[in-house]
């Protein structure tokens, strides 16, 4: 049987992804690029709003990192919707990921809590430090294509994200829903990433951090027309092999 804490902490899972709307606020440092984002999601209808910033390095590292982007963003049974401005006039545009769960969402770390393992270690009555079994949090999806999709979004994610074990810290609210989470990735090896060129900054692992407070209702998050729509994957690919040609570039430079 469980013990009591990994118990209470499945139940705490469970209520959460469970209530109708949350409004969140999630951060991602990373090396070389942050982002953060706030909104309101509608967990009966995979659906979110936000707003997202961006910080980039500039090309001369001196000045630090002063390159700060704004966007707004729908999701909806995974789709992302981005607000573009084009000489002055807003348009969204729409990009494909071929998922209809939250995988491909702001919001995915807090799915990937159903992976639990037994690694459960109370830091206090509301807070836990624990691991994400990815491979457990495939298999507790309802039906084998659920699965499927499940290691196809993970994949995308990262190469091999499908069988990690990531470390993860959580706290709960007064009635035991999660309020907080951060999740650590692991580094990013595969061969279609860049590695940093000697002198560049020392490449670290991933923090994902995410804050919830829960709405008693779903909220309303109308899905946008669009008149263009992209493949997230193609869109991805496309920036790495680009990313690679920079790195041959500045190697021969």
Not at 97 to 111: I, K, N, Q, R, V
Not at 187 to 214: A, C, Q, R, W
Request: charged content about 25%.
């Amino acid at each position: 049987m469980p013990n009591k804490d990994l118990q209470k902490l499945r139940e705490s899972i469970d209520l959460t992804l469970n209530q109708p709307g949350v409004y969140f606020q999630s951060e991602i440092l990373a090396t070389g690029i942050s982002s953060s984002s706030h909104g309101i999601a509608d967990f009966q209808n995979v659906s979110s709003a936000s707003k997202d910033s961006f910080r980039f390095p500039t090309s001369e590292p001196e000045e630090g990192q002063v390159d700060n982007n704004e966007t707004r963003s729908l999701f909806h049974q995974g789709e992302i919707f981005l607000l573009v401005v084009d000489g002055g006039e807003k348009e969204w545009t729409a990009f494909e990921t071929g998922d209809t769960g939250w995988g491909s969402s702001t919001l995915a770390p807090l799915f990937w809590l159903q992976g639990v393992d037994d690694q459960v270690k109370p830091l206090g009555t509301s807070r836990y430090q624990l691991s994400i079994n990815m491979q457990r949090y495939i298999s507790e999806q309802p039906t084998s294509d659920a699965c499927a999709q499940a290691k196809k979004s993970l994949e995308n994610n990262m190469v091999g994200l499908s069988t990690q074990i990531l470390s993860c810290e959580v706290k709960c609210d007064p009635q035991g829903r999660i309020e907080w989470l951060s999740v650590i990735m692991p580094i990013d090896n595969s061969p279609e990433i860049p590695v940093s060129l000697e002198g560049e900054e020392e490449v670290k692992p991933t923090k994902m951090t995410i804050s919830l407070s829960f709405i008693d209702h779903p909220p309303s998050i109308p899905k946008p027309d669009v008149k263009f729509r992209f493949s997230a994957m193609e869109f991805i690919n496309s920036s790495v092999e680009q990313a690679k040609l920079d790195l041959s570039t500045r190697e021969k430079d």
